[in-house]
């Protein structure tokens, strides 16, 4: 049985004087003078352990793992990211910059690694690193980002869990081109040399294709875990989504994920409230739960980043409507201030115009409320006003737009206007129409990009540097 | 604001003679000589609350929602499945068979429904509620099944966050086969009526697709986690995955999860003592959180089925070797018993001998070990005898195969090897020869079909009935 560095370093007086065991992968090492150290990570915890070793290494014949063992001259020589197993004693070090270090009884080497190994300790860049994702999580920084990634996600689930939500796996595969938000992946099992044939109307005839019928990646979950709120009243979704955009920018990517809640008796207050503890609940679970990860984060990506989060997770989020940031906008501008696209009411709000008003109008989170129609989708619930719906993004400080979300149109005569004033094709949402023809309610319900919540997290600036293999318009590695 | 018929169920006493307000739909309803009781579910817990409705109800003029209320008559003419909201009294009723009622003061229509309806009272098959897959949550049974998947959904999550392993989101894209494990999706932006063109080799040249390469739909997360286990030592993948399987039973998908967790410093007994721990993990989380849903699987969909899992979940799962395996069907079969395939050592054990061994010889969950390794996948840890790997698969009585895993090889020259002996694309697995090349680490890892794990923990007999919108040869709906 071997220890876990991170007990070590949560019950290190529990464990002092005693024989441990730990196996992980050499950070660095050096030695001289018949004195060595080891800086030793098990992946268990963001810190490394140092391990000192002497001559007086056993060689441990009685080992099962006797062939393995070193002396020291052989250990001296270990390269970076070997792969050892450490027995030893713990040691506190109350004076040290570690609290214990690990001298050394024996050490077996479990994998070997040679001179040629793409990590050496130098500082690679992030888009080599891309090239080599792989072995990317062996860095201090992947290490950090993708631990944060799995809490958050974690805190996600418990979130919900905890307010007697139901997850919802909503399907990849769908017939449903999803509201028009983005180009498509098409999946098939033709071969790559035979193409879809034309039947007589001189449309698609995917009768010879797998499923019958056209088959596309799903870009969003909502309209599929809509119908669920009528069996639980509150329930998401969270799950990979994908979207063809050809751009290839810092913040798209081909595969990513997003958080999907909906909720019946419920307007567009009970969304914004709902998503506002949300952000806060994740925020806080991050900072607890991965501290060490959070101050690599503040020490090497992003100086703030901490005082930022708390402030975003102790504030209360602001609300403006887009009519009123439209006119503070066009103030602004005749007051000097220089925008690329001069705002205009109909128009969707450029970065620029966003950032004015989260950044300069209210230094806070703020939402913006009840969107002109034409700008949002179809199954957003028109307002009285006959020109805007119940929508509201959420735009944070220093990254912009974190939600997006609204009351959805509940009444079936609006919601085929819609679909007629849209251009959708009216048969392919016949089933979502079912849903107010058959016990329709008021529900709302908003979705998060948990990869740019993620990057608001931790302040890495790619999108492809929070993926484990990201994917986007011609990337693709294994 | 709204209260939850869970929080109603759970703390009835507090609400004792108190005014309650809630929102639902609405299952059976009958009236008479001027009194009414509507069987009223809001999703929120599994039980319906009982309404009960006279001839005071208000119409509640003061209400913003005044146009919606209705008085007795319009309230005795509801159909099944309309949408209300209630507010009223709640009176305990110690006598009767459920806790308490609501004796409503005001009925609001929320959405009605119409007697088109496909949700009418009576019994609907699986197979006509699967054309229905936006309906069918309201119903009792799939209502269970849903609520079921989200809650051991979170157990899995819950049991690796607890021992510090780390959720990796691997793709859903790939370029990879995924160790030849099933038939493949491709994915592609060219139009339907687009081919790939060959290049001057003949091969097809994905020059102007999407990626500029082949991509494909995930098969398996297993070779794309294994890379963070030299980051995190323990990691765990769950999420989507693919076969374009040309068969429709009962037991394929073309779209299912699976849970797939890997660890460094791990053998095969470690993998077996894991993948126990986890069943019973999410067995006992499913019978605490889920109770009433458990109880109608066990009414309605399968009796002793509680029993079957409670005596799983206290079991001491036990291990036989594949070659013990095949002696023991070998002499079942001298013995007088008829198997349709001869058991023969090197094939493939068939679902009747599984279940033989399970089922007759150890009545038990049982790991058979040391699979011969041409049966077996290329990453799996050769024994010492040159003909089995270390592959341990986890029957249970009932459903056959629940678990499948093994120790993986760590080994360079092993691996190398296996890959030429499997007729492997060398090139492909480049990248994950480096996972031995630099720091290999001792390793093994599983695979849980969670579609299998539910109908396990259900009792229900079709795979298409634990998924929300089940995708399979020849069928999607939207």
């Not at 270990?78 to 197993?85: D, F, K, P, S």
């Not at 919900?160 to 449903?176: A, D, E, S």
């Not at 958080?259 to 679970?285: G, R």
Request: glycine share 8%.
């Amino acid at each position: 049985m071997y220890n876990k560095i991170k007990d070590l370093y949560q019950n290190t007086a529990q464990y002092a004087e005693k024989s441990v065991k730990i196996g992980g992968w050499i950070r660095t090492a050096r030695a001289s003078k018949g004195i060595g150290f080891i800086e030793l990570n098990d992946g268990t915890f963001f810190r490394s352990v140092q391990i000192v070793f002497e001559g007086t290494l056993e060689s441990s014949e009685s080992s099962e793992n006797s062939e393995n063992s070193l002396n020291f001259d052989e250990t001296a020589k270990l390269g970076v990211g070997a792969c050892v197993t450490v027995t030893g004693r713990l040691v506190e070090t109350p004076t040290a910059k570690q609290p214990f270090e690990i001298k050394a009884t024996a050490i077996f080497l479990e994998g070997a690694c040679p001179t040629n190994y793409p990590l050496q300790k130098k500082r690679h860049s992030y888009e080599f690193l891309r090239t080599i994702a792989h072995l990317r999580p062996r860095t201090n920084t992947f290490a950090a980002v993708f631990r944060v990634r799995s809490l958050a996600s974690h805190a996600v689930h418990e979130f919900f869990q905890k307010r007697n939500f139901v997850y919802v796996h909503t399907p990849i595969l769908t017939g449903n081109d999803g509201e028009g938000a983005g180009e498509l992946f098409r999946v098939t099992t033709l071969k790559p040399d035979e193409k879809v044939e034309k039947n007589e109307n001189g449309e698609p005839d995917y009768s010879k294709d797998f499923f019958g019928t056209k088959a596309n990646l799903a870009v969003t979950g909502q309209l599929a875990v809509e119908p669920f709120i009528m069996g639980f009243r509150d329930v998401y979704t969270f799950g990979p989504i994908f979207r063809a955009e050809h751009s290839a920018t810092t913040t798209h990517a081909a595969e990513f994920w997003m958080i999907e809640p909906e909720m019946a008796f419920a307007d567009l207050d009970n969304y914004m409230e709902t998503a506002e503890e949300l952000v806060k609940y994740v925020i806080n679970y991050v900072l607890a739960n991965a501290p060490e990860e959070m101050e690599f984060f503040e020490n090497w990506i992003e100086k703030g980043l901490i005082e930022r989060l708390k402030s975003v997770a102790s504030a209360d989020f602001t609300r403006c409507s887009y009519t009123k940031a439209i006119e503070l906008l066009q103030q602004a501008e005749k007051d000097g201030k220089k925008f690329e696209y001069p705002p205009k009411w109909g128009d969707d709000l450029q970065t620029e115009h966003e950032r004015y008003i989260c950044e300069e109008v209210y230094n806070a989170p703020v939402y913006l409320t009840d969107y002109p129609r034409d700008i949002k989708a179809f199954y957003m619930r028109q307002n009285e006003d006959g020109k805007t719906v119940a929508a509201a993004d959420l735009l944070v400080p220093g990254v912009g737009e974190l939600v997006g979300g609204s009351q959805r149109e509940e009444r079936l005569d609006k919601l085929e206007e819609s679909i007629v004033h849209f251009k959708l094709n009216a048969e392919e949402y016949d089933w979502y129409l079912d849903l107010r023809r058959f016990g329709g309610v008021k529900h709302a319900g908003f979705g998060v990009g948990f990869e740019r919540f993620l990057m608001y997290l931790t302040g890495m600036k790619n999108i492809r540097d929070v993926i484990a293999y990201p994917r986007a318009f011609g990337q693709m590695s294994y």
